[in-house]
């Protein structure tokens, strides 16, 4: 089994200048067949996650929904500043 939250945040934190602050939740979702992770960060490194017309968040995503088809779970994830 892989741990997502982690794979996430070594994914996210090389992209951002405050590495200390990053952080990756997984949180319910009140569907079982979906995996719900936010990824909390400065609002500076929030932008630069998201990127232009969200185009990182996007890219972030995509790699994430391969690494999800072994559990065959959605997932989804949040950016929330912190």
């Known amino acids: ?4 939250q982690n794979t996430l945040l070594n994914l996210v934190k090389p992209i951002c200048d405050d590495q200390d602050s990053v ?6 979702s ?3 067949n979906e995996i719900l ?3 909390y960060a ?3 490194d ?3 996650l998201i990127g232009r017309q969200g185009a990182m968040a996007s890219s972030i995503r995509q790699m994430m929904q391969v690494a999800s088809k072994i ?3 959605r997932i989804t994830i949040k950016f929330e500043s912190l």
């Open 1 to 4: 089994m892989i741990d997502l």
């Open 23 to 28: 952080t990756v939740k997984q949180m319910e």
């Open 30 to 32: 009140l569907n079982d």
């Open 37 to 39: 992770l936010y990824v």
């Open 71 to 73: 559990e065959n779970k």
């Open 42 to 44: 400065s609002s500076n």
């Open 46 to 48: 929030i932008g630069r």
